[in-house]
């Protein structure tokens, strides 16, 4: 059964940084994009940063130079670095599994919640 979990969410202060870490099944994790998306409470959710499993990103404009994604296939691991974080970075981050050709399909993990206070 396909499966995706995140972890490495928590608390930190404002010019911190965390590492969320996102597993998935084997069977899922080929020819997709792998995305970390976070959503707040009383917003909708939102695209942070993508990559495919050729290696491409693709990153929000608010956390441009501050976040990076990583993957390793081998481990069908995907990381997301987050540096310099700030009070709205919080949110749950969630992340996506997603095929677009056949056969198509699209995972969601549980999500992690990161919160950046003082």
């Known amino acids: 059964q396909a499966q995706v979990v995140e972890s490495g969410g928590g608390l930190v202060q404002p010019g911190g940084s965390l590492r969320l870490s996102c597993v998935a099944s084997?069977?899922?994790?080929?020819?997709?994009?792998i995305g970390w998306y976070r959503q707040a409470p009383g917003r909708e959710r939102e695209m942070v940063a993508t990559i495919t499993t050729g290696g491409t990103t693709n990153y929000a404009n608010s956390v441009q130079d501050r976040f990076t994604i990583s993957a390793n296939n081998a481990k069908k691991t995907v990381w997301l670095q987050m540096d310099s974080l700030k009070p709205e970075d919080s949110a749950v981050y969630y992340c996506?599994?997603?095929?677009?050709?056949?056969?198509?399909?699209?995972?969601w993990g549980q999500g992690t919640q990161v919160t950046v206070s003082s």
């Open positions: 996506n599994v997603r095929r677009v050709v056949t056969p198509r399909y699209s995972y």
């Open positions: 084997a069977d899922i994790f080929s020819a997709v994009t």
